[in-house]
């Protein structure tokens, strides 16, 4: 018998020292275990609203998921009319009055804690994070939506496998009956940064413009262009745009974000948020959503020193680091960036990331800088960035079989429907029918230009969001015949 042990040993510790370190990832995550509870459960509504910040203009659509139902378990998910029909599960506890001041910039006055110490459950939809919901008692949750939270009461600890099939289900009809409205209307909020040397401090400086193109029946009915980074948030329309300072000693540039929005009356100097810089570097903005921004920090010889993400409400603080946005995102941020002998643990620093575009889809990458050698790395963390940064990231289409066709072709995005291309080329933008390559706009933009942000709305929001874009002061139709 202690042969026949000592035999299994034997095999055992050869099968181990014979595996690669992802053979071993891949095995453990095979092996693991069938969550048999969800960390929240049962059936909720939605009680109320909780805005990030004073002031805030909450939209009728916001306002109508009061007393909405919503439900979790193991087996599903539904909030309102969105749903998760396969979820999974983390949990990290934090401590409230640090994560809240750090990620969203309130205090932990503003909601109902009693502990120091909260859970952060964050839910999963096809591996990608769908929902944050912050849990200290079991009985009242709030989650995370956009620039404002919902607070969720719940009515009863238990929800049957039957009554969360059953809620999806009817989502899921409600989302074919509607599939006609997603099929026929869209709109494209894109915002592009181009290069434009300053030639009064001999510096690299950027210029940002948005454009609003509505899409009907597959047909690119508007187009609107406004200065700045204009991004749709659940409180209306923020600008955003960088500031460039000289003083005595170096040139620097400060992000300003503020919101905007037809019939929406703002105190500039009250709302207004600007980035305090104690490096006081110059700034490049790569990416700018509904919650989050991305820029790349240069210094006064033109090169990229370092990455950061700052929360929209929050970018006079300082950068976030990958935790605080994604669950084990400072783990992946190191496994990401690989084994380097010459860097220390203090090297990696996890505030060093920012989003990019790669091939028609937005990515997550790092930056290690190494200061003994004046060198750093940069590496891909996540390929698609998660939906915590934004909603819509996909590209459903060959950018290889699009770049055969069109050799000037710089990026590429796929209409929500999937019936129009919108391509960036080395001198425009141009708007193609993904079936026939007809193509319907070929408008000319400056070189050097690059996407940095790309929102959707579909349906009768398409409309609204154009109207309101048009309506801002500043607004420059664009006329264009098919």
Request: aromatic residues 10%.
């Amino acid at each position: 018998m202690k042969r026949i042990k000592l035999l299994i040993l034997i095999l055992l510790i050869l099968l181990l020292t014979a595996c690669k370190k992802d053979d071993l990832i891949l095995t453990a995550r095979v092996d693991a275990p069938v969550l048999e509870k969800a960390p929240i459960e049962g059936k909720w509504h939605i009680e109320k609203i909780i805005p990030l910040r004073e002031n805030t203009h909450i939209r009728e659509e916001i306002y109508n998921l009061l007393g909405k139902k919503a439900g979790f378990s193991v087996q599903g998910v539904f909030i309102a009319d969105d749903y998760i029909s396969e979820p999974a599960y983390s949990v990290r506890r934090v401590n409230a009055t640090e994560f809240l001041k750090s990620k969203y910039n309130i205090s932990a006055n503003q909601f109902s804690f009693n502990n120091k110490k909260i859970d952060i459950v964050t839910i999963y939809n096809n591996e990608q994070p769908y929902f944050e919901i912050l849990l200290e008692k079991n009985d009242l949750a709030y989650l995370h939506h956009g620039d404002i939270f919902l607070v969720l009461q719940r009515d009863d600890e238990n929800i049957s496998k039957d009554e969360i099939k059953k809620s999806i289900n009817e989502n899921k009809s409600i989302d074919r009956a509607q599939g006609s409205i997603q099929e026929t209307e869209n709109t494209l909020i894109l915002g592009t940064r181009t290069y434009k040397y300053d030639e009064k401090n001999n510096l690299p400086s950027w210029v940002y413009n948005t454009f609003c193109i509505r899409f009907k029946d597959g047909l690119p009915i508007s187009m609107t262009k406004m200065e700045n980074l204009i991004t749709p948030r659940n409180s209306g329309f923020w600008e955003v745009y960088t500031e460039r300072t000289k003083d005595e000693k170096l040139t620097y540039d400060t992000i300003v974000a503020l919101p905007l929005g037809s019939g929406l009356k703002m105190n500039k100097a009250i709302e207004t948020k600007k980035m305090e810089d104690t490096e006081k570097s110059l700034k490049a903005i790569t990416f700018v959503g509904s919650s989050f921004m991305s820029l790349e920090n240069i210094n006064q010889e033109g090169n990229v020193m370092s990455f950061a993400v700052h929360s929209l409400d929050n970018i006079d603080s300082k950068a976030l680091k990958l935790s605080d946005i994604i669950a084990d995102g400072d783990k992946d941020f190191i496994e990401s960036a690989g084994v380097n002998q010459k860097l220390s643990k203090a090297d990696y620093d996890t505030t060093n990331f920012g989003l990019f575009r790669d091939k028609g889809i937005w990515a997550l990458k790092g930056k290690i800088a190494n200061g003994a050698e004046n060198s750093s790395q940069d590496f891909i963390i996540y390929n698609i960035a998660p939906k915590e940064f934004i909603n819509y990231n996909e590209f459903q289409a060959s950018y290889e079989e699009i770049s055969s066709k069109v050799s000037e072709l710089e990026d590429a995005f796929l209409s929500i429907n999937g019936k129009n291309l919108i391509l960036l080329v080395n001198d425009g933008l141009r708007i193609y029918n993904i079936n026939n390559f007809d193509e319907y706009i070929d408008y000319k933009l400056p070189p050097n230009t690059t996407p940095v942000m790309s929102e959707w709305s579909i349906g009768r929001y398409s409309e609204i969001w154009s109207k309101e874009f048009e309506n801002m002061p500043g607004a420059e139709t664009i006329s264009f015949e098919n």
